[in-house]
């Protein structure tokens, strides 16, 4: 079993959709969790950070951690062309000696 | 400004050449790493260096070197040894440790033929 897992998509939506982007992972010591976006040939940008269970929101964005499922989402509400981009999860901690984990990542296509 | 930079954008090489991939950071960061990217691939973590002089290998490092002389620097050298170096080549930094969230520049893609 993989330690994080994403869809890989391509997940196609219409623009002004919600959109819900998920990871599962198998270590409980995670408690740092992040979403980050990459436009093709860019570097990942930070998106979203929470530490622990829990929403957090941050204008169309939010990010929700259960951990007692091991998973966490983002949802993006009123999705625009401009959010087409390859999205990838991330986690941290416990007994990890580079202390971080990403997500494949999935890729999201939004239509106008 | 703030951020990392890496250098050059597009890297063309022979095969057989060693090629190093430029890091920098004025972020004041601890720890840095470098990632390969192939197309419709996540991230795999090749270096990562938690202090000066001191770097551990990560999940891809055969066929790769680093060096941490400096804090703000963290370059890579692909050599020959790697099989496909082709790829895109992302650097980031972290304050280090668990709890912090790695930035990242803008990467390399190298070309080997």
């Known amino acids: 079993q993989k330690e994080v897992e994403q869809d890989p998509g391509p997940l196609s939506v219409p623009e002004g959709a919600i959109v819900s982007l998920n990871c599962t992972y198998s270590?409980?010591?995670?408690?740092?969790f992040m979403w980050y976006r990459q436009y093709s040939r860019k570097g990942p940008e930070l998106l979203m950070y929470?530490?622990?269970?829990g929403n957090k929101e941050d204008g169309r964005f939010t990010a929700q951690v259960d951990k007692s499922s091991k998973y966490i989402s983002l949802f993006i509400r009123d999705s625009q062309p401009s959010d087409s981009a390859t999205y990838l999860c991330?986690?941290?901690?416990?007994?990890?000696?580079?202390?971080?984990?990403f997500g494949p990542g999935t890729r999201l296509s939004v239509l106008p | 400004d703030g951020g990392i930079t890496q250098s050059p954008k597009y890297l063309f090489r022979k095969e057989g050449q060693n090629v190093t991939l430029s890091c920098e950071q004025n972020?004041?960061?601890?720890?840095m790493y470098w990632y390969r990217q192939d197309p419709g691939q996540g991230l795999r973590l090749i270096y990562y260096?938690?202090?000066?002089?001191?770097?551990q290998k990560g999940d891809i490092a055969e066929g790769y070197s680093v060096s941490r002389e400096k804090k703000e620097s963290f370059p890579l050298t692909v050599t020959s040894a790697q099989k496909n170096p082709t790829a895109f080549y992302l650097c980031?930094?972290?304050?280090?440790?668990?709890?912090?969230?790695?930035?990242f520049g803008p990467g390399t893609r190298l070309t080997v033929t």
């Open positions: 980031a930094s972290s304050m280090g440790g668990a709890g912090y969230e790695q930035y």
């Open positions: 270590n409980s010591a995670f408690q740092y």
């Open positions: 929470t530490y622990s269970s």
């Open positions: 991330a986690m941290s901690g416990g007994n990890y000696g580079q202390n971080f984990v």
């Open positions: 972020l004041n960061h601890d720890a």
């Open positions: 260096s938690q202090i000066v002089n001191d770097f």
